[in-house]
Each structure stands twice: as C-alpha cells, then as structure tokens.
C-alpha cells in the first residue's frame, strides 16, 4: 500500500518556473518506478516526466524536454517536479504516480502510458498565464 500526495502548484506567468513535490508514504520501498502526468480540462492524461528510483534513469515528454526535471529524496521518500520555462500550455494537474512491480523491463518504451500505474495521487493545479 503506497499513498502519494502532490503539492507545489499555483498560478504563475509565462516564463516563471515551479517545483511540484510527491510525498509517498506506507510501503515505499516497493516505488521503483515513478512519474508525473498532467490533465488539462477534455484532454487525456499524458506522460510528463518518469525515473526509474534504482538508477535514476529519467525519461521526458518531448513537450518538456530541457525545461523540467524529474529527481528525488530517497531520505524524505519525495519525488520532484522542476518546471522551469513554463508556458501556457503547461496549464493542467499534475499527478504523481508509482508502480510497485518489479521486473518492468519495457518502461524505456511504456513509462507514459497511465494504464501501467496502480498507485495516484490527488492532483495538484498549475496554471501559466501568458
């Protein structure tokens, strides 16, 4: 059992930058595969950012690439979100998700399908005003 919980969000102008956090408690140890996704309003979920916590190895959304970065605290069991240059359509919640299961060897390909996460958090809104 894996809870996660999102903060850092809010409201910024184009340009500006932001730090989501991911809090994970209970059984953390089995978070060995991580990500953020964003929704916006009639849209589906997409892939922002993925680590693989045993190597951090990271993968990005080519929206994103070179302008946010994923990292974490293996101390305060926290994952992060570094957005910097954010743009309008950055707008959307952003979501925190884990897999527990060991032995997921096609991430490099599947990290940003949602289907492949069982563990979400609640959400946290990011709005980029131009």
Request: with cysteine; charged share 20%.
């Amino acid at each position: 059992q894996v809870q996660l919980v999102e903060s850092g969000g809010g409201s910024v102008q184009a340009g500006g930058s932001l730090r989501l956090s991911c809090a994970a408690s209970g059984d953390t140890y089995s978070t060995y595969f991580m990500a953020w996704f964003r929704q916006a309003p009639g849209k589906e979920r997409e892939g922002v950012a993925f680590i693989y916590t045993g190597t951090d190895d990271t993968y990005y959304a080519d929206s994103v690439k070179g302008r946010f970065t994923i990292s974490q605290d293996n101390a305060e069991n926290t994952l992060y979100l570094q957005m910097n240059s954010l743009k309008p359509e950055d707008t959307a919640m952003y979501y925190c998700a884990a897999r527990t299961a060991l032995g997921w060897f096609a991430y490099v390909s599947r990290w940003s399908r949602s289907d492949e996460y069982n563990y979400w958090g609640q959400g946290t809104q990011v709005t980029v005003s131009s």
